[in-house]
């Protein structure tokens, strides 16, 4: 379990805590609302519950402690996830977590392009190496309902996430954004990561991080 209990947010109203058991249906509603390179995702994908099944809930499922959210009292508003082990997570996606899931995908789909794509996607996570794992074995997540975005909640989501992971003596952090996702590649700029690749697809950010004692 994390040793960060709370903090309170620059305004003081709601509250970064670790994610617990009860979160996950707001962490799904928040991968919708901004799984569209940022911008709302909601009825882009026949498949409702798709994107949540690739890019938040198997983080929380097999990595509960390594998650941390915005609380504003009412509901979660925001979350970073985090595999510590990119590559043995993938394979554990691969073989444990989507099997189950994919089918139920499938026919919720259609004929949906959109869909077909991101099936595409998640059915070739963890059939093909990760690059940069050795110094960036972790790979994140992080998303914000737009009521919670550049208030600072982005920055130490991020911040606890690192210390968190610096505690457990993992050496380093990699995620990729969306090409046209503009604003997180700023912010990920800002915040100190640097560019380790960038394809037609998106921009791969890496960052050290020092041990915690
Ligand atoms: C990207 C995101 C996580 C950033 O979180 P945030 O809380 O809005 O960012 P913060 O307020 O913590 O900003 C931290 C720094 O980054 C800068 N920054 C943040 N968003 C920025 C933007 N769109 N353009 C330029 N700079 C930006 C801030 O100015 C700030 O700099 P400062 O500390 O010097 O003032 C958040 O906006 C978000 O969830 N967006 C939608 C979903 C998304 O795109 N997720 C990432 C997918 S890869």
Sequence with gaps: MSSIA??????GRALLRPF????????????????????????????????????????????LDAAFVIDDGQRVVGYV??????AAFERWF?????????????RAAGDSAKDAA???????IG??????????PA???????PEAQGSGWGRALIDALVQDLGRRGIPGLQLTAGGTNT??????????????RRTPGGVTFGRPIAAVR
């Design 20 to 63: 617990r058991r009860g979160d996950e249906a707001d962490l799904a509603d928040i991968c919708l609302r901004t799984g569209d390179g940022g911008a709302d995702a909601t009825g882009l994908y026949r498949s409702s519950g798709l994107l949540a099944d690739i890019f938040v809930l198997p983080y929380v499922a097999k990595h």
């Design 118 to 124: 991101m099936l595409r996607y998640a059915a070739a």
């Design 81 to 86: 996830v985090c595999a510590p082990d990119t």
């Design 127 to 136: 059939g093909r190496p990760v690059p940069f794992v050795d110094e960036h």
């Design 139 to 145: 790979h994140l997540h992080i998303d914000l309902l």
């Design 6 to 11: 709370s903090a309170e947010g620059p305004e």
């Design 94 to 106: 691969r073989y444990e977590w989507w099997p189950p899931r994919e089918e139920g995908h499938r």
């Design 183 to 196: 604003g997180a590649i700023a912010f990920y700029r800002r915040i100190g990561f640097t560019e380790l």
